[in-house]
């Protein structure tokens, strides 16, 4: 079955202690991107990647790290998480630069 | 900048009404264009989509849209909502952006919530 797969879920840290968000996709799906979901600002690009070892930065990039060392996988990685992270973060993946994105099921982050 | 304004952020409907909602971007040239649902508790899920050709769209679950250029509108439709169609409704707009070739831009979102 053709999926993006995000892990974990559901996540509850602290302020400062470094945590990493995985996304895989099994479409062999060149194109990646991280959003963030927050009320009333509908969702957010954070981060994009257009092949193995090309990412760049998307509308709010500060606070996050991404790298695409395989082309399945795409993680999220947050060095100092802070409580204004506090989101629903969605990994999502497409064969085109401009096609239909796919999306995971949603990571739910809470920073205390 | 592009942007993409969804104008209905909170629509309340009865079972069997008619739903229209609406969305416009600010990009001028060509653009493809986007409806995702998102169920509670989902993942985001592709309605439906417009690359070009015939600019009245049909997506799953009876839903259409209509892509009209001179507007730079592309709304969403319905002739008949049922209760299960209540989630939140996102327009995206993917467009060139800077250096970008893959920005997908998306809308506030609108809450549909249909009673039974």
């Known amino acids: 079955e053709a999926q993006v797969t995000q892990n974990p879920r559901y996540l509850i840290t602290v302020t400062g202690k470094k945590l990493t968000v995985t996304c895989s996709q099994n479409?062999?799906?060149?194109?990646m991107s991280w959003y963030r979901q927050d009320p009333g600002l509908g969702l957010r690009q954070i981060y994009y990647s257009m092949n193995v070892e090309v990412t760049d930065k998307g509308d709010v990039p500060e606070g996050y790290k991404v790298s695409r060392k395989e082309k399945r996988n795409f993680p999220l990685i947050l060095e100092s998480p802070s409580p204004n992270q506090t989101s629903l973060y969605f990994c999502a993946s497409s064969s085109t630069p401009r096609g239909e994105q796919y999306f995971g099921p949603g990571t739910r982050l809470t920073v205390t | 900048a592009q942007s993409v304004s969804q104008h209905n952020h909170h629509v309340i409907l009865s079972e069997a009404a008619s739903l229209e909602l609406g969305c416009n971007y600010s990009y001028g040239g060509t653009v493809n264009l986007f409806w995702y649902v998102q169920y509670p508790g989902q993942h985001l899920q592709l309605l439906l989509k417009?690359?070009?050709?015939?600019?009245l769209v049909k997506g799953i679950k009876g839903f259409e849209a209509e892509f009209i250029k001179s507007k730079f509108s592309f709304n969403l439709r319905k002739p008949s909502v049922q209760w299960s169609d209540t989630a939140e409704y996102f327009c995206?707009?993917?467009?060139?952006?800077?250096?970008?070739?893959?920005?997908?831009?998306f809308g506030t979102g609108t809450l549909l919530a249909v009673q039974p």
């Open positions: 479409m062999n799906h060149e194109y």
């Open positions: 995206a707009v993917n467009a060139p952006y800077g250096g970008a070739t893959n920005k997908l831009i």
């Open positions: 417009y690359f070009s050709g015939d600019p």
